[in-house]
C-alpha cells in the first residue's frame, strides 16, 4: 500500500492530515475451482463398475472405449491442481456424455463360447444387413465369418481358437460403419450384391465369398466405380490434347 501524504498539522489532540493518493498493491486471488461434481461423477462411475452394472462384454467396443478415454482424463484433471473450471467443467461433461452414449452389444457376450454358440454367432452374422455399410468394415465380417468357420470345421480346434474366433466375430459385426453419403451408390450395390448370393452366405464358406467379391462382384464389388474413374480420366486427357491441337492449328494460320 502506498500513502501520498499532501499536508499534516495540528498538535496532540486535533493532529490531521490531507491525502491526494491512496494506492493498494496486491495479487486478486482467484476463486477457488469447483471439483464436487466432478469427484461425484467420478464415484458414480466407479460404482457401477465395481457392483458389476457395467460392464466392457455388455456394450460396443467403440462406446466403451470412449467411456474409458473419459474417465481416464477425468481423473487427470481431478488431480491436477493447476486445473481451471472450464477444464474441469468439459471433463464433466465428456464424462457424463460417454457414459450416457454406451452403446449395448448385438452380440450375447459369451465366456469360454462353444462350437454350438460359435455356430449360433456364424448364423447372425450371415443374417446381418450389412447395406450402407462401409467396403472395410463388411470386409472385416465377411472375413471373420470365413475363419469361424474355418474353426467350426476343424475337429481338433482349441477352446482358445473358438475364444479367438467368437470375439473377432462379435467385434466385427459391433464394428460395422455405415458409409458415408458420398458413397451411398456403392453401398447400394453392396446391397444387392450380398442379396443376390443369399444362397452362397447360406451355404458356403466366407472364405470363398470373399475372394468371390473380388472376382465376381458378389460382396463388395467396385468395377463400376472403377470403369468410371477410367473413363472419366480418358475422357479428360481427349479434351486436353484437342484444347492443345486447335491452339497450334489457330497458331500456325496466324502465321
Given at each position: 500500500?502506498?500513502?501520498?501524504?499532501?499536508?499534516?498539522?495540528?498538535?496532540d489532540v486535533?493532529?490531521?492530515?490531507?491525502?491526494?493518493?491512496?494506492?493498494?498493491?496486491?495479487?486478486?486471488?482467484?476463486?477457488?475451482?469447483?471439483?464436487?461434481?466432478?469427484?461425484?461423477?467420478?464415484?458414480?462411475?466407479?460404482?457401477?463398475?465395481?457392483?458389476?452394472?457395467?460392464?466392457?462384454?455388455?456394450?460396443?467396443?467403440?462406446?466403451?472405449?470412449?467411456?474409458?478415454?473419459?474417465?481416464?482424463?477425468?481423473?487427470?484433471?481431478?488431480?491436477?491442481?493447476?486445473?481451471?473450471?472450464?477444464?474441469?467443467?468439459?471433463?464433466?461433461?465428456?464424462?457424463?456424455?460417454?457414459?450416457?452414449?454406451?452403446?449395448?452389444?448385438?452380440?450375447?457376450?459369451?465366456?469360454?463360447?462353444?462350437?454350438?454358440?460359435?455356430?449360433?454367432?456364424?448364423?447372425?452374422?450371415?443374417?446381418?444387413?450389412?447395406?450402407?455399410?462401409?467396403?472395410?468394415?463388411?470386409?472385416?465380417?465377411?472375413?471373420?465369418?470365413?475363419?469361424?468357420?474355418?474353426?467350426?470345421?476343424?475337429?481338433?480346434?482349441?477352446?482358445?481358437?473358438?475364444?479367438?474366433?467368437?470375439?473377432?466375430?462379435?467385434?466385427?459385426?459391433?464394428?460395422?460403419?455405415?458409409?458415408?453419403?458420398?458413397?451411398?451408390?456403392?453401398?447400394?450395390?453392396?446391397?444387392?450384391?450380398?442379396?443376390?448370393?443369399?444362397?452362397?452366405?447360406?451355404g458356403k464358406?466366407?472364405?470363398?465369398?470373399?475372394?468371390?467379391?473380388?472376382?465376381?462382384?458378389?460382396?463388395?464389388?467396385?468395377?463400376?466405380?472403377?470403369?468410371?474413374?477410367?473413363?472419366?480420366?480418358?475422357?479428360?486427357?481427349?479434351?486436353?490434347?484437342?484444347?492443345?491441337?486447335?491452339?497450334?492449328?489457330?497458331?500456325?494460320?496466324?502465321?
Amino acid at each position: 500500500m502506498t500513502v501520498k501524504v499532501i499536508h499534516a498539522g495540528g498538535g496532540d489532540v486535533d493532529a490531521y492530515c490531507s491525502m491526494a493518493e491512496l494506492k493498494f498493491y496486491g495479487t486478486a486471488v482467484p476463486d477457488p475451482v469447483a471439483k464436487d461434481d466432478l469427484t461425484a461423477a467420478i464415484e458414480k462411475v466407479d460404482a457401477e463398475l465395481a457392483a458389476g452394472d457395467l460392464k466392457a462384454g455388455d456394450y460396443t467396443e467403440a462406446s466403451w472405449t470412449a467411456l474409458e478415454n473419459a474417465l481416464a482424463s477425468a481423473r487427470a484433471i481431478l488431480s491436477d491442481e493447476d486445473a481451471t473450471q472450464d477444464e474441469v467443467d468439459q471433463a464433466l461433461r465428456a464424462l457424463e456424455s460417454a457414459r450416457d452414449a454406451l452403446e449395448k452389444t448385438p452380440v450375447v457376450p459369451v465366456e469360454n463360447p462353444t462350437k454350438k454358440q460359435l455356430k449360433a454367432l456364424v448364423k447372425q452374422a450371415k443374417e446381418t444387413d450389412t447395406r450402407g455399410k462401409t467396403a472395410e468394415s463388411v470386409k472385416a465380417l465377411t472375413d471373420a465369418i470365413t475363419y469361424a468357420e474355418d474353426v467350426l470345421g476343424d475337429e481338433n480346434a482349441s477352446d482358445t481358437q473358438i475364444q479367438a474366433a467368437y470375439s473377432q466375430l462379435k467385434l466385427a459385426i459391433e464394428s460395422l460403419k455405415d458409409a458415408d453419403s458420398g458413397n451411398q451408390g456403392g453401398s447400394g450395390n453392396q446391397g444387392s450384391g450380398n442379396g443376390s448370393n443369399g444362397g452362397n452366405q447360406a451355404g458356403k464358406p466366407a472364405g470363398d465369398k470373399a475372394q468371390g467379391s473380388k472376382k465376381n462382384g458378389s460382396a463388395i464389388p467396385n468395377t463400376g466405380d472403377q470403369t468410371a474413374a477410367t473413363v472419366a480420366t480418358v475422357g479428360g486427357l481427349g479434351a486436353i490434347i484437342a484444347a492443345i491441337g486447335a491452339f497450334f492449328h489457330r497458331r500456325s494460320k496466324a502465321k
